[in-house]
């Protein structure tokens, strides 16, 4: 008998040291070329994945996109087009840790030094001194919030902004429920490098799958489109340190919501309502009490956390009646 657990043991050895080193999946066509039409600039030494396409000739307006965790700036391939049709220039970006750009490990990754890479970025494309119009999700909220918070302290070299569109994006800790695997990822302590590394997409998808309403979910073609984004230059190996964004969170809530609670530009949130991670009715009770000035767009009762990929339509339709509004 104790033989027999020998040989299994001695079989698992070199079948777990494969499994743990699994070359990340191939791009598919689509998220292929989303990389290929995108370009990099460097950030203190790393490489920043952005996306940059002028749409409408002759306007001065400019949205730059703020993506959510743990996914990318693909996130917004849906509504892009039709970004285009309305914007003069349409710029996102994949933050520090997150799809096509750099990882570094081990590495402090924090709020401040994200909202530091996308006031860099528009330094480089020469647009420091425009007008923006920033539209988040998600992780992009709070990161928002800093350059709001920014903004508003009037700091030379700052973004100026414009207008104001938050989505599903937990800007509120006490109303924030983190799915199981981040609280274990977040606060795993020395576990949490094991379990990045034993992270794989049937984990993954079985994750991130409930955060999409029932009728909305994604497509296991869009499922290995999302995991090819983390799996790249082994982004499933710092999402624990990424998450720490929710400790800071906490840390900051008077700096980043009290921002969002004074500043006169127009603001705006568009919202899914069957969020389980900032969950419906306590989030826009929260929210509407603490901005009473923030218009809402509440999507169909059946949409999720994802609202952009869950209803592009919807959200476009949201988010076009917002800034025309002012």
């Not at 996308?118 to 919030?145: C, F, M, P, T």
């Not at 190996?237 to 127009?266: C, E, H, M």
């Amino acid at each position: 008998m104790r033989e027999w657990w020998v040989q299994v043991g001695l079989l698992a050895v070199p079948l777990l040291a494969a499994y743990l080193h699994i070359p990340p999946p191939q791009l598919s066509p689509a998220l292929h070329s989303w990389k290929t039409s995108g370009k990099f600039f460097t950030y203190k030494g790393l490489r920043i994945f952005y996306q940059d396409s002028v749409g409408v000739v002759g306007s001065p307006e400019i949205v730059v996109l703020l993506h959510g965790f743990p996914t990318s700036s693909y996130d917004w391939y849906k509504i892009w087009e039709g970004l285009t049709l309305r914007f003069h220039r349409v710029i996102a970006l994949d933050f520090l840790g997150f799809g096509f750009s750099d990882k570094p490990r081990p590495h402090q990754y924090s709020i401040f030094e994200q909202a530091s890479i996308v006031e860099s970025l528009l330094r480089h494309l020469g647009l420091q001194n425009r007008r923006i119009n920033l539209l988040s999700h998600d992780y992009g909220d709070i990161v928002a919030q800093e350059l709001l918070y920014r903004y508003k302290q009037n700091r030379s070299g700052r973004l100026t902004i414009k207008s104001l569109c938050l989505s599903n994006g937990g800007i509120f800790p006490e109303t924030h429920r983190p799915l199981l695997l981040q609280k274990l990822l977040k606060d795993g302590g020395v576990l949490s490098p094991i379990l990045t590394r034993l992270m794989n997409f049937f984990v993954f998808s079985r994750g991130l799958t409930p955060v999409f309403g029932p009728y909305t979910r994604p497509s296991e073609s869009e499922l290995w489109d999302m995991w090819a984004g983390i799996r790249n230059n082994d982004g499933n190996l710092v999402i624990d340190s990424l998450l720490q964004y929710i400790n800071q969170r906490k840390k900051f809530r008077r700096r980043w919501v009290g921002t969002l609670a004074s500043v006169s530009i127009p603001i705006h949130f568009i919202y899914g309502p069957l969020d389980p991670i900032n969950p419906y009715p306590e989030f826009l009770e929260l929210y509407r009490k603490t901005l009473p000035r923030s218009t809402v767009s509440i999507l169909d009762d059946h949409i999720s956390h994802y609202p952009q990929l869950e209803d592009p339509m919807g959200f476009l339709n949201a988010y076009m009646g917002f800034i025309n509004s002012f």
